[in-house]
C-alpha cells in the first residue's frame, strides 16, 4: 500500500516501515552490497532525530587525537553531512562508496530501521549509536522540514495532517515507535555494540553524553583532558555549527533527485519547540501513543 508523504512523493510500506522510492532504493542497495567490517561506526537515527548533531560529535570525538588545534578543525570546512555520509545515499554511487571505504575509520549514518539493516551489520559487530528524540518533537522538526522543502505550488500541508499521518504510523521510516524500539532492543541485548542515547540527554549533560559516547567508541577522555571534552561540545553546539559558512551555503545530495541545502538542517535545536505547535491535545495523543508501544519495553522516556 501506498500513502501520500509529507512532500509530493509517495511512501511505500515495505517490511513494515515507510519509506519514499528514493529510500527504499537505498536500503536494498545497503542490504546487497554494504559489507560491514568491525570498525565500521554506524549512527542510526529517524528523521530529525539529531543525526547532523551527533554526525559532528562523533566525527569530532573519532578524530580527536588528530586535530589538537581547534581552529583548523576539518569541521570548519566541511559540515556534518559530508564528513560523516549517508549509508543508503552513498551506497548507490560505487565511486564515492569506494573512496569513502578507504578511510581508516569509516564513519557512516543511517536511517534504516534495525530489522532492514544488512545481516553483516549484525554479525560483524561494527558500532551502532542510536539517538531518539521526543516524537512530539521530531514530529514539529519533520512538519518545518517539509513545510520549507515543499514547492510552493503546492496547497499548504496542515500541521494537523502531518500529526495524523505520524500518529498512523506513516512517517519517512516510520512507524517512528518501531523504529525506537527495535533498536532499543538491541541495545538491551548488545550494549557493547549498540550505544542507545537521547537529544534530550546530551542538551541536559553534554559532558556526561560526550564522555560515555567517546568510551563506547573506544576514544576515552583521561584525566586531564576536560578541556577537550568542552571543545568539542561547544565546536559541536547548534550556535556554533549554524554560523559556519559551510553550514550556511552547500548542498547534500541524498540521490539524483533529491538535492537539499545545509542550512535547512538547523532550525531551532530546542528541546520542546512542540509547544509552539501542537495543542494539549495533539501532545497528550503523541505520549499516549509513546507509552503505549515502548512502555513495556523498559524504555523511560
Ligand atoms: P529543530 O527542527 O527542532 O530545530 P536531523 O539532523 O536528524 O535532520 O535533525 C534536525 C534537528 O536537529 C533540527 O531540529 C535541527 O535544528 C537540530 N540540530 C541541528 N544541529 C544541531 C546541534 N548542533 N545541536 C542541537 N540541535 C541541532
Given at each position: 500500500p501506498k500513502e501520500k508523504g509529507w512532500r509530493t512523493e509517495h511512501l511505500y510500506q515495505y517490511k513494515s516501515f515507510w519509506l519514499s522510492l528514493g529510500a527504499l532504493k537505498g536500503v536494498k542497495r545497503t542490504q546487497q552490497c554494504f559489507k560491514a567490517q568491525p570498525t565500521d561506526i554506524l549512527l542510526a537515527t529517524?528523521?530529525?532525530?539529531?543525526t547532523t548533531w551527533f554526525k559532528a560529535l562523533i566525527y569530532a570525538i573519532m578524530n580527536r587525537d588528530r586535530f589538537d588545534d581547534i581552529s583548523s578543525h576539518p569541521l570548519l570546512t566541511k559540515g556534518p553531512h559530508d564528513r560523516v555520509p549517508f549509508l543508503e545515499a552513498i551506497i548507490q554511487n560505487e565511486v564515492s562508496y569506494n573512496d569513502y571505504r578507504t578511510s581508516s575509520s569509516p564513519l557512516f549514518a543511517t536511517h534504516i530501521p534495525y530489522s532492514l539493516l544488512p545481516t553483516s551489520v549484525k554479525s560483524f559487530g561494527c558500532k551502532i549509536v542510536y539517538v531518539f528524540r521526543d516524537p512530539k518533537d521530531v514530529l514539529v522538526s519533520n512538519w518545518n522540514f517539509m513545510t520549507k522543502l515543499r514547492s510552493k505550488d503546492l496547497p499548504s500541508f496542515p500541521i494537523e495532517d502531518a500529526f495524523d499521518l505520524f500518529c498512523k504510523g506513516v512517517s519517512h521510516y516510520g512507524p517512528f515507535w518501531d523504529h525506537v524500539s527495535d533498536y532499543w532492543k538491541a541495545s538491551l541485548e548488545n550494549p557493547d555494540r549498540v550505544l542507545f542515547l537521547t537529544y534530550e540527554d546530551m542538551k541536559k549533560n553534554p559532558n556526561v553524553c560526550v564522555t560515555k559516547l567517546a568510551k563506547f567508541l573506544d576514544k576515552s577522555f583521561c584525566d586531564g583532558e576536560e578541556d577537550q571534552v568542552q571543545e568539542i561540545i561547544k565546536l559541536c553546539s547548534f550556535d556554533n555549527l549554524r554560523n559556519l559558512e559551510v553550514n550556511q551555503t552547500g548542498v547534500q545530495h541524498f540521490s539524483s533527485q533529491f538535492a537539499i541545502e545545509?542550512?535547512?538542517?538547523?532550525?531551532?535545536?530546542?528541546?520542546?519547540?512542540?509547544r509552539n505547535h501542537l495543542t494539549v491535545e495533539m501532545a497528550q495523543q503523541l505520549d499516549q501513543i509513546t507509552k503505549q508501544k515502548l512502555g513495556g519495553t523498559g524504555f523511560n522516556c
Open positions: 529517524s528523521p530529525k532525530s539529531g545545509n542550512r535547512h538542517f538547523f532550525r531551532k535545536g530546542e528541546v520542546g519547540d512542540w
